[in-house]
């Protein structure tokens, strides 16, 4: 697209199909370098599912933390197994996105 052949589209228009957040997200599953084809009809779609995932992610967490929160021993300060395999789980996934993140700010591999 370009503003001189006039075939440019305003994020103010876009924006009056899609919410701001499924239009940051969309913006972040493509490369900042990379040549931005915007089709109206199927941009949207991964999106929509990536919003969708991270939505019910958090309402399972907001679950958890308020109704099993009851069920933590409260005199227990040791980890368990399941919980050592979860922190390893964890810093393996945090250092591929700092990689990820390093190698040319490559923000859809992080999603």
């Not at 370009?2 to 199909?17: A, C, D, G, Y």
């Not at 919410?19 to 109206?40: E, G, Q």
């Not at 999106?47 to 967490?61: R, V």
């Not at 958890?64 to 395999?85: A, C, P, T, V, W």
């Amino acid at each position: 697209m370009s503003k001189s052949l006039k075939n440019f589209i305003k994020i103010r228009s876009v924006l009056e199909h899609v919410s701001p957040r499924i239009l940051r997200i969309f913006y972040n599953l493509k490369n900042y370098d990379a040549t931005l084809n915007y089709n109206p009809d199927d941009n949207f779609v991964q999106a929509w599912n990536i919003d969708k995932q991270f939505d019910e992610f958090f309402a399972l967490m907001r679950f958890k933390l308020r109704d099993g929160y009851d069920l933590i021993d409260k005199n227990s300060q040791k980890l368990n197994e399941f919980d050592l395999s979860e922190m390893t789980r964890f810093e393996t996934v945090k250092k591929r996105i700092h990689s990820k993140l390093q190698n040319n700010l490559h923000i859809p591999a992080c999603i």
